[in-house]
């Protein structure tokens, strides 16, 4: 398996969160990205992630519905680190502290 896993994600309009959020200029949540790094996450890795703690997360830019972005994962042990990016431009970076495999705590 690789040790890097390069995926794109968008966020559809019509998801729940954006409604809201800002009604007249909608971003993507932050909430929203991460689980979509846990998830990702999990399609990479074919087994559960169970995140215990996020140490480190800085957000940049906003991602707007509908823009495709590239979500790339790094897993060195229990850190599962992450960085989406849009067309070259940074919007979010950090680390998960995780567990791969069982669900169970």
């Not at 599962?80 to 970076?93: C, P, T, V």
């Amino acid at each position: 398996m690789s040790t890097e896993y390069r995926a794109t994600l968008s966020i559809p309009a019509s998801h729940p969160a954006l409604p809201g959020h800002f009604p007249d200029a909608p971003v993507v949540p932050a909430v929203v990205l991460l689980d979509c790094v846990l998830q990702t996450g999990e399609r990479w890795l074919r087994r559960p992630v169970t995140a215990f703690s996020l140490p480190q997360v800085k957000f940049h830019t906003p991602l707007l519905p509908g823009q495709p972005a590239e979500c790339v994962l790094h897993l060195d042990g229990e850190r599962l680190h992450f960085r989406i990016a849009r067309d070259g431009e940074l919007i979010a970076q950090g680390e998960f502290r995780c567990r791969v495999g069982d669900s169970g705590l």
